[in-house]
């Protein structure tokens, strides 16, 4: 089902396995990434969903700015997601590929309190968030 859709951003959810899926279609404005970033806690939060997914294959580099953004405002409330599995696919530019270690590597610093993997595909991440299911 389809929960969001704009020319930069799409999210779906999986009723099936109760999975969230964000994917990144381009560049957006600051203004944009981060409503949608809100957005996206907000779904989570909302449904009480345990699995999501953001798929930043198509995201470029976000500026400065909202990596500030990211790491000091949304970090603290993704942290609080009602989340089980998290799974990033990482972005086919490398400087993204690098501001996403860079968020990644923040959990070594105050930790996640669900499990977070990086991927390279969708069917490796989906595989993953489901296999939790099977624990």
Same mark, same amino acid.
């Given at each position: 089902?389809?929960?969001?859709?704009?020319?930069?951003?799409?999210?779906?959810?999986?009723?099936?396995?109760?999975?969230?899926?964000?994917?990144?279609?381009?560049?957006?404005?600051?203004?944009?990434?981060?409503?949608?970033?809100?957005?996206?806690?907000?779904?989570?939060?909302?449904?009480?969903? *345990?699995?999501?997914?953001?798929?930043? /294959?198509?995201?470029?580099?976000?500026?400065?700015?909202?990596? /500030?953004?990211?790491?000091?405002?949304?970090?603290?409330?993704? /942290? =609080?997601?009602?989340? =089980?599995?998290?799974?990033?696919?990482?972005? @086919?530019? *490398?400087?993204? &590929? =690098?501001?996403?270690?860079?968020?990644? %590597?923040?959990? =070594?610093?105050?930790?996640?309190?669900?499990?977070?993997?990086? @991927? &390279? %595909?969708?069917?490796?991440?989906?595989?993953?968030?489901?296999?939790?299911?099977?624990?």
């Amino acid at each position: 089902m389809v929960l969001s859709s704009t020319p930069y951003h799409h999210i779906e959810h999986y009723p099936t396995h109760n999975v969230i899926v964000s994917q990144w279609y381009g560049a957006c404005t600051s203004q944009e990434y981060r409503d949608t970033l809100r957005h996206f806690l907000h779904l989570v939060t909302s449904m009480g969903v *345990p699995y999501a997914i953001s798929d930043r /294959r198509l995201l470029p580099p976000i500026p400065i700015e909202d990596t /500030r953004w990211t790491l000091r405002e949304f970090l603290s409330d993704f /942290r =609080k997601l009602p989340l =089980k599995r998290f799974a990033f696919i990482n972005s @086919f530019d *490398p400087i993204a &590929e =690098k501001q996403l270690r860079y968020f990644v %590597d923040n959990e =070594k610093v105050v930790p996640f309190p669900f499990e977070v993997e990086v @991927f &390279e %595909d969708l069917t490796s991440a989906y595989e993953w968030l489901m296999s939790a299911s099977l624990e």
